[in-house]
């Protein structure tokens, strides 16, 4: 379980959430700093609290994957994150 600190509170992510969120953060250039600070973070079982550029990068995978595969696909925890990640850019 990965635990990402938000503005909002806590959004907690599944096994399988977070390891397709890994791949998809490695496959992009772009994100790999985030997906670095998810392991560093997962390896010593801590929530993770991303810096503004990891957050532009993150919510721009979670786009591309909702893009990808429609807004219902990504999971309930995904699209918490997806929102909630949004809503600290907006600021």
């Known amino acids: 379980m990965l635990k990402i600190r938000t503005k909002r509170g806590m959004v907690s992510l599944g096994d399988q959430q977070t390891e397709e969120l890994r791949r998809r953060l490695r496959d992009d250039p772009a994100a790999r700093s985030a997906e670095a600070t998810i392991a560093v973070s997962q ?5 993770v609290t991303l810096t503004p550029p990891e ?3 993150v919510l721009g995978v979670l786009n591309a994957w909702v893009t ?3 807004p219902g696909a990504t ?3 995904l699209a918490e994150l997806r ?9």
């Open 43 to 47: 390896n010593a079982t801590t929530s």
């Open 55 to 57: 957050t532009a990068a």
């Open 83 to 91: 929102d909630a990640l949004a809503g600290e850019l907006e600021r």
């Open 68 to 70: 990808e595969l429609g």
């Open 75 to 77: 999971g309930a925890g």
